[in-house]
């Protein structure tokens, strides 16, 4: 069975400060990581995705995410913070290939202090 | 190209009432998810359709949980009767076809909020 964790479910950022979302995750086989954004009335949008390929993974508005196997962890990172970051992110964890289902971590909500 | 879209986006009803949620997902794509989000804990899978097939249900929490995806297109999910436990948000995500062996990014709806009082 596959899980996840996300220390701190609410953060707080000055803006420019450096963001560190934390996610640690279980899998029993070779995981699938995914790092999901939800504004407020908004769905999930996906903010990055490692499937195997590059350990330092690249996505939207600026965040990355590297995958450590030796941590079992998948940090999410932002070098400065902006005001328009505040948000709900989501980390989860999939098996892939014929078992697609996302297990999701309980959340971090994301303040960005002017 | 249009996103996935989910109706109502909030659904308030009584306990032992009947719901219907509904979800559009993005034209071509095969695959389509449900979750659900019981306050202030994690989202969690409920079932996956590949085209008009259950590919996986085992998230589904008991039998007055009933999805359907007629025709491989858009998909219900009926709760029936509601009961208080049942409120929270429902997502609906879908995604394409696997191809070349890689992982297709599962995309989302806004959700329905219920609440059953």
């Known amino acids: 069975a596959q899980s996840v964790t996300q220390l701190g479910s609410h953060v707080s950022v000055s803006e420019g400060a450096l963001v560190l979302l934390r996610c640690n995750y279980s899998?029993?086989?070779?995981?699938?990581l995914f790092w999901y954004v939800q504004y407020p009335n908004q769905g999930l949008q996906l903010l990055l995705k490692y499937t195997s390929a590059a350990t330092l993974v690249k996505g939207i508005n600026g965040f990355e995410a590297e995958f450590k196997k030796s941590e079992t962890s998948f940090h999410l990172t932002k070098p400065s913070a902006h005001m328009s970051d505040a948000a709900e992110y989501f980390c989860a964890v999939s098996e892939g290939f014929g078992n697609e289902k996302l297990t999701f971590g309980t959340g971090t909500r994301l303040t960005i202090i002017p | 190209e249009a996103g996935v879209t989910q109706f109502p986006s909030h659904s308030v009803i009584e306990k032992g009432q009947t719901v219907t949620l509904r979800c559009d997902p993005i034209?071509?794509?095969?695959?389509l998810y449900w979750y659900r989000r019981v306050m202030g804990k994690e989202i969690k899978f409920l079932l996956h359709?590949?085209?008009?097939?259950?590919?996986?249900e085992s998230g589904m929490p008991n039998n007055r949980f009933l999805a359907e995806r007629t025709g491989g297109t858009y998909s219900t999910l009926k709760v029936q009767p509601a009961e208080l436990e049942d409120s929270g948000v429902y997502f609906c995500?879908?995604?394409?076809?696997?191809?070349?062996?890689?992982?297709?990014?599962?995309?989302f709806g806004p959700g329905t909020r219920l609440l059953v009082l």
């Open positions: 034209s071509g794509h095969d695959n």
């Open positions: 995500a879908s995604s394409q076809e696997k191809s070349l062996g890689i992982e297709e990014t599962q995309y």
């Open positions: 359709f590949v085209k008009e097939s259950k590919q996986d």
């Open positions: 899998s029993s086989v070779p995981p699938y």
